[in-house]
């Protein structure tokens, strides 16, 4: 049982440690591409993008997660590692329950009904992104899964929100999701940890944790790519006047 990773320095790394380390070497350029869009300078015209794009992904969390757990369920019997992932993922599964229905009331304070985001089609880069967890669980191996969690489960910053809600000048209401985020997440990340370290995780398993980590983060990028993109086409800047 692989529980620890020995450096070249002597210096032992978990499993988590090892996993959010490959995260760090892709973290420069997810920064990159949320920065641009919560730092936009028409921030308050693209924040209700941002939360569609948010409740596109969150939508599935639930219902991906609850397929991971049955793939991991179902190699259990011979797999250690699925065994002890499926309970985890089966409880956490119903923890993430109902999280998108806070994106929709923050959209509504914004003046976009249910109805609406119901009836709008969801970027292809979004499907990209959680599709390919589907690809993996079913496929390949449901532990890839963990990547994904890693990626997405970043708390935002709390003062950050508060000064994002007095630059945009928008109602605080319509930040909800984010700042119960900011705070149940926290926890969430320290229970995730442990469960990572808790796994029998040889070498093979971290390889696939790193292919994941990567392109997790790379589309989650894009994702918010795209946002600022479409924005931007569909809302160009008035050019100052001369």
């Known amino acids: 049982m692989a529980q620890a990773h020995l450096k070249r320095t002597g210096t032992v790394q978990s499993h988590s440690q090892r996993l959010r380390q490959k995260i760090d070497l892709v973290r420069p350029r997810l920064r990159a591409a949320t920065g641009e869009a919560w730092n936009h300078p028409r921030l308050a015209q693209l924040y209700p993008e941002l939360v569609f794009a948010t409740h596109s992904i969150i939508r599935a969390t639930n219902p991906s997660m609850k397929a991971a757990a049955e793939c991991a369920r179902a190699r259990a019997a011979g797999?250690?590692?699925?065994?002890?992932?499926?309970e985890y993922?089966?409880?956490h599964a119903e923890e993430e329950k109902g999280h998108?229905?806070?994106a929709l009331d923050d959209l509504e304070v914004l003046g976009v009904s249910r109805e609406e985001v119901w009836q709008r089609i969801p970027s292809p880069t979004v499907a990209a992104l959680v599709g390919s967890q589907y690809y993996w669980m079913h496929h390949f191996h449901p532990v890839a899964?963990?990547?994904y969690i890693a990626v997405l489960e970043a708390p935002p910053n709390a003062d950050f929100l508060e000064e994002t809600v007095r630059r945009t000048g928008l109602p605080r209401e319509a930040f909800s999701t984010q700042f119960y985020h900011s705070k149940l997440d926290h926890h969430h990340v320290r229970e995730f940890d442990k469960m990572v370290d808790s796994l029998p995780l040889n070498e093979w398993h971290h390889s696939i944790l790193?292919?994941?980590a990567f392109h997790t983060a790379e589309m989650l990028s894009r994702v918010f790519d795209d946002v600022v993109e479409r924005f931007e086409m569909e809302h160009p800047a008035l050019e100052s006047a001369s």
Do not use: T
Request: hydrophobic fraction near 40%.
């Open 89 to 91: 993922l089966e409880h």
């Open 100 to 102: 998108d229905e806070w």
């Open 145 to 147: 899964y963990v990547s």
């Open 210 to 212: 790193g292919v994941n």
């Open 79 to 86: 797999d250690p590692v699925s065994c002890a992932l499926a």
